[in-house]
């Protein structure tokens, strides 16, 4: 039985009807409005001419604000940094890097400069941090901070960003509360004057959490985590082949000394055999069922054994399990060939992620507003990601938490460790419980489900097929592939599948069953004649717009053909991110990194050779999404989209942005158009538009991207999001079933029968197909309503142009929810 001998099927059940909270990418914006003249749907607006914003533009008047990176490195650290710079200096603010963290604002001197806007340029793409950090003893010394105090009020900042982990900003708190007696005794000894410490009598401070091991309590996603997977997932995949060659076994260690959340989405993303998280040690016999796994999987056809361990691995008595102890154990016990894998620093290395990029980006904007509008009496906060919403919370309650769960393992109170890491993790933990260590009851629930890709191939669709076929299995279901779509359902393309057969799935692109466009209203007689011989119950439909148009049909289809009438479910997946219901894709993130690493690259060429502007043009069909988030991701200069109409003039205040750019020191431009955007403003419009009007002063190339961005290996992000996707849309359908079934016999005719599975700010939902016609425009295949359009102006904001800052929806200041579990309540 695995690890968790104690979990039988019906606890496994309730462990998958658990709420699968996915932490929601957060997403962002673009540029400037644009579409096609004339096919207006109602959601489109005008590109309003820019304008200036009095109130925003004198918010930073006469202030000044120093952003500083502290402890470890992480990827997007840059990104949040350039944010802070151009937002700050947009609202009027004058802005300072501290270089080398702390230990630069004890030194002073040269390690406090002004910064400009072209200071930031080409920092977008660069991993670590470029301002540098250190870890400073002597800022923890009262004689440290008297010095740093003074360096700021020499400067005139009043204003403090800090990025880093829980340390940094447990010390940058401790600098505000007590800067009133730092200045008054620099006073005292003539290190200020009077005067100075009156302009600074009150010190503001906001933080950013910067560290790959997402071990900080209150948000979702920590600046850093992302890319960390993506380089972990990269190893990953290169030790399987090699392992599969050699039939090996590979321990690998990742970071993590006080937080198994790498340890853990590694597992899931990569379907490890084995994971050991320090927030929940094994059981005490844990190398016997360890080895037994092994062996299961030796037997089933496994060429292969991939164990993932977290650096702080413990045992339940508090004893570190390092990766040659397993190793060891695996050579003694089974005689594999075992090799152990450390990837150490690597983990913070390499280019930020598109994720990443965005999340900085944001939160670097929130910081900046959160610092201008605070008071003496605001107290410090951390800029926060909760969903894809920026919150702010009190940053000594986010660290406290986060203190708790380090006490609780300390105490080996292990289950209230997990409880303080959150809903989020929880799931993920019980997810990979499931798919890891339960198996197959011998005994048959009777029902059969099928499982198809429609529409055009998405990476991640094969991990939400392993997931639903292996989920179904454990539910005791009969699991059909269906082959090429509905078209496969139509000439009989299915065959059972089984729980050998979709391993490793999760690391492969594309689709390994096939998907095709083909709608099924033609073909209905053969699709019931099919689902009837073949005794399915229920269908689980994995694909794009078309699954949600063909799932449409084929309630449609109810009236006439009785053998239509089983409940279906949709997992949205698609590039294009344009399903209505669901305000995220499986594909969608490996399709932006596709298009954000192209982009680095153009950018790259086009600063060697000076003066040159490239015009990309992205898929997505009339969904901006794709254009929108790479242009924030990869630093744009415009990002031309349907949903926001643009005309001539608007193409012209472009180039003569662009015009005035190559004055500067930064003398290359990016510009990205989404592919439908507009029937007469072409790619090969614009770019020969922008080839007249530039000559002489920069010449262009473009580059349509094409079919690559649907290909490539998924994502981290996308093999996870399959995974609960897969998970979660097996247990509502059993549930359905069952529900609708009479005498033996399956009928399912409500509206609630047939629902797609999204993504709702934070939350997985299930919402009914007929429901979602009201939301869609089916002309153009996209949602009426689409979230990330009114982040769109924080692009150009970032790209310099001078545009009215809407501040109505800012962050508030929040409380976060203690889950604090007392001694008492554990004894």
Known sequence: MGVFPELSLEASKLLLSASLTCAAVFLFLTFFPFAQKGR?????KMAQPPKVQGHAESLGAGKAIAVLTSGGDAQGMNAAVRAVVRVGIYLGAKVYFVHEGYQGLVDGGDNIKEATWESVSMMLQLGGTVIGSARCQDFRTREGRLQAARNLVKRGITNLCVIGGDGSLTGADTFRAEWSSLLAELVKTGGITPEEAKKSNYLNIVGMVGSIDNDFCGTDMTIGTDSALHRIMEIVDAITTTAQSHQRTFVLEVMGRHCGYLALITALACGADWVFIPESPPEDDWEDHLCRRLTERRVGGSRL???????????????LITSDDIKNLVVKRLGYDTRVTILGHVQRGGTPSAFDRILGSRMGVEAVMALLEGTPDTPACVVSLSGNQAVRLPLMECVQVTKDVTTAMKEKRFDDALKLRGQSFQNNWNVYKLLAHIRPPSTKSGYTLAVLNV?????????AVRSTVRIGLIHGHRMLAVHDGFEGLAFGMVEEISWERVGGWTALGGSKLGTKRTLPKKYFEEISANISSFGIHGLIIIGGFEAFIGSLELMEGRTKYEELCIPLCIIPATVSNNVPGSDFSIGADTAL????????????????????????????????YLATLAGLAGGADAAYIFEERFSIRDLQINVEHLTEKMKTTVKRGLVLRNERCSENYTTDFIYNLYSEEGKGIFDCRKNVLGHMQQGGTPTPFDRNFGTKMGAKAVAWITGKIKECSRHGRIFANTADSACLLGMRKRSLVFQPINELKEQTDFEHRIPKEQWWLKLRPILKILAKYSIELDTSEKAHLEHIAHKRISLESNI
Not at 305 to 319: M, P, S, T
């Open 593 to 624: 990194n596709t298009i954000t690493t192209t982009c680095d690259r153009i950018k790259q060429s086009a600063a060697g050779t000076k003066r040159r502007v490239f015009i990309i043009e992205t898929m997505g069909g009339y969904c901006g």
């Open 40 to 44: 207006e749907p109602p959601a489109r």
């Open 305 to 319: 054994n991939i164990i993932i361990v977290a650096e702080g691995a413990i045992d339940k008595q508090g004893k």
């Open 455 to 463: 529409g055009a191939p998405a990476a991640g669709m094969n991990a």
